[in-house]
Each structure stands twice: as C-alpha cells, then as structure tokens.
C-alpha cells in the first residue's frame, strides 16, 4: 500500500473527529497515533497537526490572510484591509521593510501586491 501525504493524514483525521461523540474522541485519536506508528508516521506528527490546523480552518469556513507591510499598522488599518475578507478572518501581521511603503496582502495563493517596491519593478520592466 501506498504511504499517505501527511495532508491525507490530517483530513482523515479531521473526519474521523468530526463524525466522533464527545467520548469517542480519545479512542478515535488513541487508533489514530497507532495507525500513524503503524505506517511509520510519527516523525511527520509536527506536518500531520500543521495540515490538520489548516484543513479545520479551511472545512469551518475561516480565511487565513497574511498582511506585510513596510511598517507597523494601526489596528484600524489592519481592521480597514481585513473587512472585504468577511468576518470569519484571521490575520497574521508581518512587517518587511524592503517593501519601502504599502502592503503586500495573501489570501491563500491569491497576492494582493501595493506595495511601492512592486510598482517600482513594474516601471522599471516598463522602462526597459
């Protein structure tokens, strides 16, 4: 048999524990670590929770949206950027200062790029 991805793993345990009563859950988790030791998954246990996080989040409807910006935002400013995410949004707030001025905003493999570093590269391509 093939050897699951540990995002195979984290869906399948994403649905076992949601199809699970409330005092199933240990046993669900307990056959769960012994299927992993079985295929020899342990060492990926760190990638199986990393997937698992971001399945539940993506299954219960919550957007993950980066925000990088060339200075430290104002929560009034992050919550002006976040708001036509909906309400559902978590965000994590980064700051790079080589993006000289604007924000760089991702939504899963969507970029969102006004960033002043950005239009220079495209007037500089333009120029060229």
Same mark, same amino acid.
């Given at each position: 048999? @093939? %050897?699951?991805?540990?995002?195979?793993?984290?869906?399948?345990?994403?649905?076992? $524990?949601?199809?699970? &009563?409330?005092?199933?859950? *240990?046993?669900?988790?307990? !056959?769960?670590?012994?299927? $992993?030791?079985?295929?020899?998954?342990?060492? #990926?246990?760190?990638?199986?929770?990393?997937?698992?996080? #971001?399945? @539940?989040? &993506?299954?219960?409807?919550?957007?993950?949206?980066?925000?990088? *910006?060339?200075? @430290? $935002? *104002?929560?009034? +400013?992050? %919550?002006?950027?976040?708001?036509?995410?909906?309400?559902?949004?978590?965000? %994590? !707030? +980064? /700051?790079? #200062? +080589?993006?000289?001025?604007? /924000? /760089? /905003?991702?939504?899963?493999?969507?970029?969102?790029?006004? *960033?002043?570093?950005?239009?220079?590269?495209? $007037?500089?391509? +333009?120029? @060229?």
């Amino acid at each position: 048999m @093939a %050897t699951l991805l540990p995002v195979q793993y984290a869906k399948i345990l994403y649905t076992l $524990l949601h199809e699970a &009563k409330d005092k199933e859950v *240990s046993d669900v988790l307990k !056959v769960f670590v012994t299927l $992993l030791h079985k295929d020899q998954m342990l060492l #990926k246990i760190d990638y199986i929770i990393a997937a698992f996080e #971001k399945h @539940a989040k &993506k299954e219960d409807g919550i957007r993950e949206i980066e925000i990088t *910006s060339a200075r @430290a $935002l *104002s929560a009034k +400013s992050i %919550t002006e950027i976040v708001k036509p995410f909906g309400k559902n949004v978590e965000t %994590t !707030v +980064s /700051v790079d #200062k +080589s993006l000289i001025g604007g /924000v /760089v /905003v991702r939504d899963g493999n969507i970029i969102f790029d006004a *960033s002043i570093k950005k239009q220079l590269q495209e $007037l500089t391509r +333009s120029l @060229a």
